[in-house]
């Protein structure tokens, strides 16, 4: 075989593996405050079968965003501000596509 065709087959095979398996990779970020970068936790998270990419923002009271997080969350579900303590808290899931949590 031609030595750049052996040299591309591996980087053929993962792709091909990725697309079978359906590996999708999610930003990741414990802790982020309004107006600065991820303070804690920044990195990059793969999703299972049963997770999904994650985004959830605290809000207070009067609207104002507080903290934002994303990740990956297993049995993830969408909701819309609900209450917490003095704060609204909202989550939004996602797995269609690498990094589709950074755009929720």
């Not at 750049?4 to 590996?23: D, N, S, T, Y």
């Not at 970068?37 to 999703?47: A, D, Q, T």
């Not at 990740?71 to 269609?96: P, Q």
């Given at each position: 075989m031609d030595?750049?065709?052996?040299?591309?087959?591996?980087?053929?095979?993962c792709f091909i593996r990725a697309q079978l398996v359906g590996i999708v990779q999610?930003?990741?970020?414990?802790?982020?405050?309004?107006g600065e970068k991820c303070s804690r936790g920044r990195g990059i998270c793969i999703i299972t079968r049963e997770e999904s990419c994650t985004t959830g923002r605290i809000f207070k009271r009067d609207g104002t965003p507080w903290?934002?997080?994303?990740?990956?969350?297993k049995s993830c579900a969408n909701v819309d501000?609900?209450?917490?303590?003095?704060?609204?808290v909202e989550f939004r899931c996602c797995r269609g596509y690498d990094f589709c949590n950074e755009l929720l």
């Amino acid at each position: 075989m031609d030595k750049p065709l052996l040299l591309g087959l591996p980087i053929l095979l993962c792709f091909i593996r990725a697309q079978l398996v359906g590996i999708v990779q999610c930003r990741m970020c414990h802790l982020k405050f309004p107006g600065e970068k991820c303070s804690r936790g920044r990195g990059i998270c793969i999703i299972t079968r049963e997770e999904s990419c994650t985004t959830g923002r605290i809000f207070k009271r009067d609207g104002t965003p507080w903290l934002t997080f994303m990740g990956c969350l297993k049995s993830c579900a969408n909701v819309d501000r609900i209450k917490w303590s003095v704060y609204m808290v909202e989550f939004r899931c996602c797995r269609g596509y690498d990094f589709c949590n950074e755009l929720l």
